[in-house]
């Protein structure tokens, strides 16, 4: 009997495995991390044309489900592979795996596809790449149109730097010049071509990226880490506009309203547009690339904000190699806001910089990360005023010297944030959720280093607050200002590019706004904010150059003081 019982629990434990095994799972999406090998050859594809989908050796790499509106409004239906596991789709840049090198060492029948259904593009041709660690080359894919009906597709290789910069300190960049012509169909006055020049944000030349023709590319030029605005001049001195994920932003003037084009709504070309802000980091190599794009917003005069796409060339930021993070250096500069003697600043007894005079700054220098002594000294040497820090990595400290409520002088230390980032949330809130970038900042810290006045308020015209981008304060960084205490929380006023005003001084007191008008203070214009009005041909003038700024009222008294700009990026 007992026999009988253990036969029969072994047929059942059987029918439950056969069962077990024809109860299957049918998966159409694995999220786990890609574990398969990928190694990289040296060829890398920089998509300029903004090509979704990918095709090597006839195996589809992307996942070529077509946009719904090309992802610009809701959700987009997508989905991830092996070799673009987050989303199923190229971005920027793409290092090909070596799976796809031939014997020969050559990757073949590269093609690229849109499947758009905004801007539809067809099949590129096929294209080839060569793999070679001795001689790496990026492959720009770009996309120009010499009339309506045609599109001319080509894979330009272009040699690829990947040697660190002779000072650590320093980054490597270049301009590689992909524009295309206009055709006839292009808008006047917006299509910038011809031979192009890297400029700082004031519009000045940087030396040895000047007048790269069409089709070729400037050599790698070495330039300490820092925060930048690099523009990109045409041959006629107008700026090239910066490529945005925003598609507003490719072109500035429905975002900001101050870039039109003749013939456009009757608007004149101010000559500014978009141009990114960035932080190159040490050790870093990157490109700045022109190249034809069709998604180039330009207003109509519509005062509902009407715009209308067209092409024209937009330059991209690009990372030659995986960009290091900075774990050893900080910037610091200085400014004098002491009036009647020449100020020498020290950091831990070595010059910062030369003597400066009153109102002067000096340039950022580079400093590792560790404790310094900051001392501020007169003509003669004798010491003005000093103070301790720790600088940290990536720090970027302004030290302002100024006179103090009891007449002596004293120094004030300001951390500056120049990454476009800032907190919006609710309070107890992960901020993590709430961290947004603006890409066309018009950032403004203010100071009160006026020794007379304990306490000021800023204002725009008639006394009135500013007026701050949606979803940010300026009420801290602007009201009730304290002699020598620059504002830690919600440090700046971050103000809509676009309209224009004045900034006056009030002496406030607490529980008082504005206060008492400083009227012998001189009102600062919107157009102050320009660095070099003689780079704009036309008029009027812009309203102003984005940028992150320090607005401080200085003078020893309320008599003579004065307010100063001083622009940290450049």
Same mark, same amino acid.
């Given at each position: 009997?007992?026999?009988?019982?253990?036969?029969?629990?072994?047929?059942?434990?059987?029918?439950?495995?056969?069962?077990?095994?024809?109860?299957?799972?049918?998966?159409?999406?694995?999220?786990?991390?890609?574990?398969?090998?990928?190694?990289?050859?040296?060829?890398?594809?920089?998509?300029?044309?903004?090509?979704?989908?990918?095709?090597?050796?006839?195996?589809?790499?992307?996942?070529?489900?077509?946009?719904?509106?090309?992802?610009?409004?809701?959700?987009?239906?997508?989905?991830?592979?092996?070799?673009?596991?987050?989303?199923?789709?190229?971005?920027?840049?793409?290092?090909?795996?070596?799976?796809?090198?031939?014997?020969?060492?050559?990757?073949?029948?590269?093609?690229?596809?849109?499947?758009?259904?905004?801007?539809?593009?067809?099949?590129?041709?096929?294209?080839?790449?060569?793999?070679?660690?001795?001689?790496?080359?990026?492959?720009?894919?770009?996309?120009?149109?010499?009339?309506?009906?045609?599109?001319?597709?080509?894979?330009?290789?272009?040699?690829?730097?990947?040697?660190?910069?002779?000072?650590?300190?320093?980054?490597?960049?270049?301009?590689?010049?992909?524009?295309?012509?206009?055709?006839?169909?292009?808008?006047?006055?917006?299509?910038?071509?011809?031979?192009?020049?890297?400029?700082?944000?004031?519009?000045?030349?940087?030396?040895?990226?000047?007048?790269?023709?069409?089709?070729?590319?400037?050599?790698?030029?070495?330039?300490?880490?820092?925060?930048?605005?690099?523009?990109?001049?045409?041959?006629?001195?107008?700026?090239?506009?910066?490529?945005?994920?925003?598609?507003? !932003? =490719? @072109?500035? &003037? /429905?975002?900001?309203?101050?870039?039109?084009?003749?013939?456009?709504? %009757?608007? $004149?070309?101010?000559?500014?547009?978009?141009?990114?802000?960035?932080?190159?980091?040490?050790?870093?190599?990157?490109?700045?690339?022109?190249?034809?794009?069709?998604?180039?917003?330009?207003?109509?005069?519509?005062?509902?904000?009407?715009?209308?796409?067209?092409?024209?060339?937009?330059?991209?930021?690009?990372?030659?190699?995986?960009?290091?993070?900075?774990?050893?250096?900080?910037?610091?500069?200085?400014? !004098? =806001? @002491?009036? &009647? /003697?020449?100020?020498?600043?020290?950091?831990?007894?070595?010059?910062? %910089?030369? $003597?400066?005079?009153?109102?002067?700054?000096?340039?950022?220098?580079?400093?590792?990360?560790?404790?310094?002594?900051?001392?501020?000294?007169?003509?003669?040497?004798?010491?003005?005023?000093?103070?301790?820090?720790?600088?940290?990595?990536?720090?970027?400290?302004?030290?302002?010297?100024?006179?103090?409520?009891?007449?002596?002088?004293?120094?004030?230390?300001?951390?500056?944030?120049?990454?476009?980032?800032?907190?919006?949330?609710?309070?107890?809130?992960?901020?993590?959720?709430?961290?947004?970038?603006?890409?066309?900042?018009?950032?403004?810290?203010?100071?009160?280093?006026?020794?007379?006045?304990?306490?000021?308020?800023?204002?725009?015209?008639?006394?009135?607050?500013?007026?701050?981008?949606?979803?940010?304060?300026?009420?801290?960084?602007?009201?009730?200002?304290?002699?020598?205490?620059?504002?830690?929380?919600?440090?700046?006023?971050?103000?809509?590019?676009?309209?224009?005003?004045?900034?006056?001084?009030?002496?406030?007191?607490?529980?008082?706004?504005?206060?008492?008008?400083?009227?012998?203070?001189?009102?600062?214009?919107?157009?102050?904010?320009?660095?070099?009005?003689?780079?704009?041909?036309?008029?009027?003038?812009?309203?102003?150059?984005?940028?992150?700024?320090?607005?401080?009222?200085?003078?020893?008294?309320?008599?003579?003081?004065?307010?100063?700009?001083?622009?940290?990026?450049?």
């Amino acid at each position: 009997m007992k026999m009988k019982i253990a036969y029969t629990g072994l047929w059942l434990l059987a029918v439950l495995c056969i069962c077990a095994c024809k109860k299957k799972q049918d998966f159409e999406y694995d999220n786990r991390p890609n574990t398969e090998p990928l190694t990289a050859s040296s060829a890398r594809i920089v998509n300029m044309a903004g090509a979704p989908q990918l095709t090597i050796n006839g195996l589809k790499l992307t996942n070529f489900i077509p946009p719904d509106i090309d992802g610009y409004f809701g959700a987009d239906q997508t989905r991830g592979t092996i070799y673009f596991p987050e989303t199923g789709r190229m971005g920027l840049t793409y290092a090909i795996p070596l799976q796809f090198v031939n014997a020969n060492g050559w990757i073949d029948s590269i093609v690229f596809n849109s499947l758009g259904k905004r801007n539809g593009l067809p099949e590129s041709r096929r294209f080839r790449a060569k793999d070679d660690f001795n001689d790496p080359h990026d492959y720009y894919y770009v996309r120009y149109r010499p009339n309506r009906a045609t599109y001319l597709d080509s894979l330009i290789a272009v040699p690829r730097s990947v040697s660190p910069p002779s000072n650590p300190a320093n980054f490597k960049i270049r301009l590689v010049n992909l524009s295309s012509p206009p055709d006839a169909f292009s808008v006047a006055g917006v299509y910038r071509k011809g031979p192009m020049s890297l400029a700082w944000a004031d519009g000045t030349p940087v030396t040895g990226v000047q007048n790269v023709a069409p089709g070729t590319w400037s050599d790698y030029i070495e330039v300490p880490y820092g925060t930048y605005q690099f523009k990109v001049m045409d041959a006629d001195g107008r700026e090239v506009q910066g490529n945005s994920s925003f598609p507003l !932003n =490719t @072109i500035t &003037g /429905t975002l900001m309203d101050f870039y039109g084009s003749p013939g456009v709504g %009757g608007r $004149s070309d101010t000559w500014l547009t978009y141009a990114p802000f960035k932080t190159f980091q040490p050790g870093g190599i990157y490109t700045i690339a022109v190249s034809m794009n069709y998604d180039c917003v330009i207003p109509t005069g519509n005062p509902n904000g009407e715009t209308v796409n067209t092409e024209g060339n937009t330059f991209r930021i690009i990372t030659d190699i995986s960009e290091p993070v900075n774990t050893t250096y900080a910037r610091l500069q200085a400014v !004098n =806001t @002491i009036q &009647g /003697t020449g100020v020498q600043w020290l950091v831990n007894e070595k010059p910062l %910089g030369e $003597s400066l005079a009153f109102t002067r700054q000096t340039a950022y220098e580079l400093y590792i990360t560790g404790n310094y002594t900051i001392k501020a000294t007169d003509k003669n040497g004798a010491l003005l005023a000093q103070t301790t820090t720790a600088l940290q990595p990536g720090d970027n400290i302004t030290a302002w010297l100024y006179t103090a409520k009891d007449g002596k002088a004293a120094i004030a230390l300001a951390a500056n944030n120049l990454s476009s980032k800032y907190y919006n949330g609710n309070a107890g809130e992960e901020g993590s959720y709430s961290m947004y970038k603006e890409t066309t900042p018009n950032w403004i810290r203010f100071l009160n280093l006026c020794a007379e006045l304990d306490e000021i308020t800023f204002t725009t015209n008639n006394g009135q607050p500013f007026v701050p981008m949606s979803g940010s304060s300026a009420t801290k960084a602007t009201q009730h200002i304290l002699l020598g205490q620059p504002v830690t929380i919600d440090p700046y006023a971050q103000l809509l590019l676009n309209i224009p005003g004045q900034i006056l001084v009030y002496q406030s007191t607490p529980g008082v706004l504005p206060g008492n008008w400083q009227q012998q203070v001189q009102p600062l214009k919107s157009t102050d904010f320009i660095a070099r009005t003689d780079l704009y041909k036309t008029t009027p003038l812009p309203n102003r150059e984005p940028g992150f700024y320090t607005v401080a009222l200085v003078g020893k008294t309320a008599g003579n003081a004065r307010m100063i700009i001083v622009k940290h990026n450049k």
